[in-house]
């Protein structure tokens, strides 16, 4: 399982933006989605997840509300602004190109 510093620097955001722009979900709700659909492969503490937010939403990327989750308890909702959706296009770009850069190196062939 990957952990939050096996992560590329700035990785964590673009998820958590990326999954916050599907729907607004409270913390819990993010984690248990990014660990579904990275097939359990990552996982994220909340000692990484909130304070990653909490930057999220200070940058302005993010907006908080408190309201009821499914099971009717108190729970801060985190929403992706107008700001945040541009910001993850940009780095969403550039993720498919580092990564595409990366594939390469990696698939170089040995000699």
């Known amino acids: 399982m990957s952990k939050p510093s ?5 990785t964590l955001d673009l998820l958590l933006l ?11 709700a993010i984690s248990q989605r990014l660990k ?6 990552l996982q994220v503490s909340d000692g990484s997840l909130y304070p990653a937010l909490h ?13 009821p989750s499914e ?3 108190r729970a801060k909702f985190y929403s992706l ?13 550039n993720w498919d190109r580092l990564s ?3 594939s390469h190196v990696i698939k170089l062939r040995e000699a």
């Not at 722009?21 to 819990?28: D, I, K």
């Open 6 to 10: 096996d992560l590329v620097q700035g």
């Open 18 to 28: 990326k999954i916050l722009a599907l729907e607004p979900l409270h913390g819990w």
């Open 36 to 41: 579904q659909v990275s097939g359990d492969v």
């Open 55 to 67: 930057k999220l939403e200070q940058e302005g990327w993010i907006a908080s509300e408190w309201k």
């Open 71 to 73: 099971n009717n308890r």
């Open 81 to 93: 602004t107008r700001l945040g959706r541009r910001h993850l296009e940009r780095e969403a770009e």
């Open 100 to 102: 595409s850069a990366i």
